[in-house]
């Protein structure tokens, strides 16, 4: 199972970026999805999070300003951020939960990681 973010890049404060994930291989189910961060010299933090059926949950810094939607036909994960500040400045991670069997748990999978840089 792999996971391929992209989208990042370099954009000034107040403008947006739209990040994807696609994940591919064998996969019989995905279940939550989401998207971390992780700024120089700082923890990856939680940014969201979807579960299969939709449900979404925002870390407090982000609520308003980005969406979380998935496809679950694309077996793809999104990341809509607006109103971007310089803080947004990190590198973000997808990440999804993946069962490969019927039978077999889930675990987590990592794509590898796309810069977002916001300038003032």
């Known amino acids: 199972v792999q996971l391929q973010a992209s989208g990042g890049g370099l954009v000034q404060a107040g403008g947006s970026l739209r990040l994807s994930c696609v994940a591919s291989g064998n996969i019989f189910r995905i279940n939550s999805m989401g998207w971390y961060r992780q700024a120089p010299g700082k923890q990856r933090d939680l940014v969201a999070t979807i579960t299969k059926d939709y449900r979404t949950d925002y870390a407090d810094s982000v609520k308003g300003r980005f969406t979380i939607s998935r496809d679950n036909a694309k077996n793809t994960v999104y990341l809509q951020m607006n109103s971007l500040k310089a803080d947004d400045t990190a590198v973000y991670y997808c990440?999804?939960?993946?069962?490969?069997?019927?039978?077999?748990?889930?675990?987590?999978?990592w794509g590898q990681g796309t810069l977002v840089t916001v300038s003032s």
């Open positions: 990440t999804a939960s993946i069962s490969t069997h019927p039978w077999g748990p889930a675990q987590a999978y």
